[in-house]
């Protein structure tokens, strides 16, 4: 009876309505928070299916990690995301927008940009002009080519803060392929920043590195993702338990398990597609 009475002075107080007009309103934030969304994604190349029915929701601010074992699609569901690959069925919304039918010059304009695994710059520039290329975007001179040098340096200020925010600003004038290859990537990191991205696809940041580049580029990727949104292909577990708040795991195409680092480094469908064994721990680098 007490509870009875409760709930009929939580009405009376007007409170009571609220918990319809509260969870529509809980919903709706939710539906607004997800900044990229896929919904039953497949891609199939004659007959192996590499993505197979993949749904899911890339969080507003939150850096995402797709984690899996060699083989299991993340790279070939990153190339669906930029419009590398067309899908075969499923949708991509980004910002509630359906993108799946756009191509890949469309896409990065909505503010999608994504690094390789393989660093991307020119070599034979300075980082300085490495960044300032980057930064023509903005102004509409991608393609001024016949501009003097001197009509670029009213870009120099960003592109040294940019250089600043990678701790490369000590760098400027150094030849991009004399970096070391932590500091490439650094530089790369760089260049994406200055297309002012809505969302950062980062494939595979930390391959090929020792251990001192590692931990300079996952702190640099922590930095940067404290304002914005990031979605990663990742093998190395230190990074992806230090730095993603939220972790989908691939195995044959297919998401298996998705969560925080806590929850899915225990699952023992995870455990086994890394492991081989439902025994083990997931820790340590995976290549």
């Known amino acids: 009876m007490a509870s009875l009475n409760r709930v009929t002075t939580l009405s009376e107080a007007g409170i009571g309505p609220c918990y319809a007009e509260c969870s529509a309103f809980s919903k709706i934030t939710m539906a607004e928070d997800i900044i990229l969304e ?50 075969t069925r499923g949708a991509i919304l980004f910002n509630g927008h359906d993108i799946t039918a756009e191509k890949p010059a469309q896409v990065a ?39 003097s040098e001197k009509s670029l340096s009213q870009l120099n200020g960003r592109a040294m803060e940019l250089l600043e925010t990678v701790g490369l600003e000590n760098f400027s004038n150094t030849l991009a392929v004399e970096l070391a290859y932590g500091r490439k990537r650094a530089l790369e990191i760089a260049t994406t920043l200055a297309t002012e991205p809505e969302l950062m696809l980062l494939d595979e940041p ?50 298996i398990a998705e969560g925080p680092y806590n929850v899915v480094s225990t699952n023992p469908q995870v455990l086994e597609a890394y492991m081989g064994s439902t025994e083990a721990e997931l820790e340590g680098g995976h290549g």
């Open 206 to 255: 930390t391959q090929g590195m020792g251990h001192e580049d590692v931990d300079r580029v996952t702190q640099l990727i922590k930095k940067v993702g404290a304002n914005r949104t990031i979605l990663m292909v990742e093998h190395n577990m230190n990074v992806v338990s230090s730095i993603a708040d939220t972790i989908s795991v691939l195995q044959r195409g297919q998401v």
């Open 38 to 87: 896929t919904r039953g994604l497949v891609k199939e190349f004659k007959g192996f299916v590499a993505v197979n029915d993949v749904s899911i929701g890339v969080r507003r601010g939150q850096i995402h990690a797709l984690i899996g074992p060699n083989g299991a699609g993340k790279t070939t569901f990153f190339n669906l995301l930029t419009k590398f690959l067309i899908p």
């Open 109 to 147: 304009r909505r503010g999608i940009v994504r690094s390789f695994q393989i660093s991307a710059t020119f070599p034979h520039l300075s980082v300085l002009e490495n960044v300032r290329i980057a930064l023509q975007r903005s102004t509409g001179t991608s393609y001024h080519f016949w501009r």
